[in-house]
């Protein structure tokens, strides 16, 4: 349900953030050039600042109106997407203070990098595999670099205001060497295992492209790297771009002359921020320094928290109980039997029919008693329970069942072709009963075929053939799930299927009232008038028979026929019945007949499951 999501890149956010500190920054110099006497500069850094501020709200306006264009999601949608963007500078914000501490912190060694571990092992407690190889490569971009800086110029600043010597450095020309004792190399092993532990638990398939169909192969689309790598890119990217945060937010240049870099460091903003903060809460200002820290820490880490927590907490896969025998399950086997079999349309001979009933009548009579067992769908929880074959394979034995109706109309068998029709819309239940959202749409269709072929016939049948079908439409009503019981359970799926980044979306939703929510519920809403006009079409036909002439209105058709006057699921309005002239009609006040059974035969171009264009159209 969330692969239908659209939402936009990192980039836009990443800009605004990178004009916003480069706004401030720009007053920054204009207060220190005017300090030191330069007030032309400092004149020339103001007016920039006064463009850039502009420039930062047009390009939050831009974000704005962009979030309504479908750019490309996976699994995000608009608001969740925006979030998510929000989250990971905030994440690897938190990761570069920490790297560039380990890099040039005045701690032991161990610590640091011991500190700088841990983190990087946080999201595989998820699991997050991905983001522990980010975190890596950004962490290795970041403090190597650092170290070596240390221990080529012994006297580089630490992270804090004030320069220090490094003891382990000794800051002397030809001497700089690295001072390592039997402890450290102990210690070195550890922290080694513990690097080699995170690797081993890196599954395989993380290095593994994803598979292309032969559709994208035929079209030339360049493959998709593996996800490790991909992630992996950016944590360099990333990397660099901490170095980069770093340098601004520590180096002893004056600021205006600093603020070139700012640009390749905009996803580093926060930690831009923070790093300058942390410099300044040893300065003049350092107590506002220190409580601007204190505030931008708790911002940064509270949300992390509240997020790594949920998803560390997740609930586990459920375990439903399946009925054995299972009637999906062996729907299923029956239908399979009929794959690339050419089902004989309404539009074919009877010739055609017959021999088709002949041929496969004992799949069509395995298919029908698996409708007579209890039945729920077996999930796994992963995306291999979207199998698009079965439906097809389902859909297959649907239309066999309306053949075989067709053939017993042709026969003057109108019993058996109740009996085939209401099969079909008891296929439609077993088909979906304890599925996903996919499961639910593909019963709603199947359901449809079965309710198409009653209404065609509800003019032609006996009182006690209109009651066949009668119970059989009501008893659809029974152990019937509801949308938002589906809805609930394909969400509880995503949080599974999709791993940490299907929980993130979920967690980050802003409400469950998604757009395909409320298109699932008009398709309910409509599925549920459809069964309510057949439902009301056999009773008043049951009606015309025994009372030899039409009711006056549907409420004469209670209790005798039906138990209350059906009404219309989206709007409560109780159905609308017309005579015309000898005959009558059953209509819904939401949905037109066209909404309900389709556009005329002649309209139909191609049917709604991508096969050849039928004569006749069903509805699903």
Request: proline share 8%; net charge positive.
């Amino acid at each position: 349900m969330f692969s239908r999501a659209v939402t936009v890149g990192p980039w836009p956010l990443a800009a605004i953030g990178g004009l916003a500190v480069l706004a401030i920054l720009l007053v920054e110099a204009s207060i220190e050039a005017r300090r030191r006497g330069r007030r032309g500069l400092a004149r020339l850094a103001i007016t920039e600042a006064w463009f850039t501020l502009p420039l930062s709200l047009v390009a939050c306006g831009w974000l704005c109106r962009s979030c309504q264009q479908p750019v490309i999601a996976p699994i995000f949608g608009i608001w969740e997407g925006l979030l998510v963007e929000l989250l990971a500078p905030a994440a690897a914000s938190c990761l570069a203070v920490l790297a560039v501490w380990a890099g040039l912190g005045r701690a032991h060694w161990f610590l640091r990098m011991l500190a700088v571990v841990g983190a990087i092992a946080l999201p595989a407690i998820i699991p997050a595999h991905e983001l522990v190889v980010m975190g890596f490569v950004q962490s290795a971009v970041t403090i190597v670099p650092l170290l070596a800086m240390r221990f080529f110029f012994g006297t580089e600043r630490s992270v804090g205001p004030k320069a220090e010597p490094n003891a382990a450095f000794p800051d002397k020309a030809g001497r700089r060497r690295a001072q390592f004792a039997l402890m450290d190399l102990i210690l070195g092993t550890v922290l080694a295992a513990l690097v080699m532990g995170l690797a081993v638990a890196v599954p395989k398939g993380l290095w593994i492209a994803p598979e292309r169909n032969a559709a994208l192969v035929a079209a030339g689309v360049v493959p998709d790297p593996p996800p490790g790598v991909f992630f992996a890119a950016w944590g360099a990217v990333f990397g660099i771009g901490v170095l980069v945060a770093a340098w601004v937010a520590l180096r002893r240049e004056a600021r205006w002359s600093r603020l070139p870099a700012v640009l390749p460091a905009v996803p580093m903003a926060p930690a831009i921020v923070w790093l300058a903060l942390w410099r300044a809460s040893s300065g003049r200002r350092k107590r506002s320094a220190r409580v601007a820290l204190a505030l931008l820490s708790t911002v940064l880490l509270v949300p992390l928290a509240i997020v790594y927590y949920r998803l560390v907490t997740w609930p586990p896969v459920p375990q439903p109980v399946l009925p054995e025998p299972n009637g999906y399950v062996r729907a299923v086997e029956a239908a399979r039997e009929l794959a690339g079999v050419n089902v004989p349309e309404s539009s074919d001979s009877r010739t055609a029919r017959a021999t088709f009933c002949a041929a496969h009548g004992g799949t069509i009579q395995r298919g029908r008693r698996a409708l007579d067992c209890p039945t729920r769908v077996p999930l796994q929880f992963t995306e291999a329970d979207i199998p698009s074959k079965d439906f097809f394979d389902l859909r297959q034995l649907a239309r066999a069942l309306a053949a075989a109706a067709d053939l017993a109309i042709e026969e003057d068998r109108l019993s058996d072709a109740v009996a085939y029709r209401g099969d079909a819309i008891r296929l439609g239940k077993v088909s979906a009963h304890g599925g996903l959202v996919i499961h639910w749409l593909v019963g709603v269709a199947l359901e449809g075929i079965g309710l198409a072929g009653v209404h065609r016939l509800a003019g032609t049948l006996t009182p006690e053939q209109c009651r066949t079908a009668m119970d059989v439409v009501a008893a659809r009503q029974a152990d019937r799930e509801s949308v938002d019981e589906v809805w609930a359970r394909d969400k509880e799926w995503s949080g599974h299927a999709y791993g940490w980044r299907g929980r993130l979306s979920l967690i980050l939703a802003f409400s469950d009232r998604a757009p395909t929510y409320h298109a699932l519920k008009q398709a309910e809403q409509r599925a549920e008038a459809r069964a309510a006009v057949v439902l009301t079409e056999l009773a008043v036909r049951a009606y015309q028979v025994e009372q030899g002439r039409l009711p006056h209105k549907l409420a004469d058709l209670v209790p005798a026929y039906l138990p209350a006057v059906p009404g219309d699921l989206a709007t409560g309005e109780p159905l609308e019945y017309r005579r015309e002239g000898a005959g009558y009609r059953v209509s819904s006040p939401s949905f037109s007949d066209e909404e309900l059974w389709g556009p005329p035969p002649a309209a139909s171009a191609v049917d709604d499951w991508g096969g050849e264009p039928p004569k006749e159209k069903e509805p699903g």
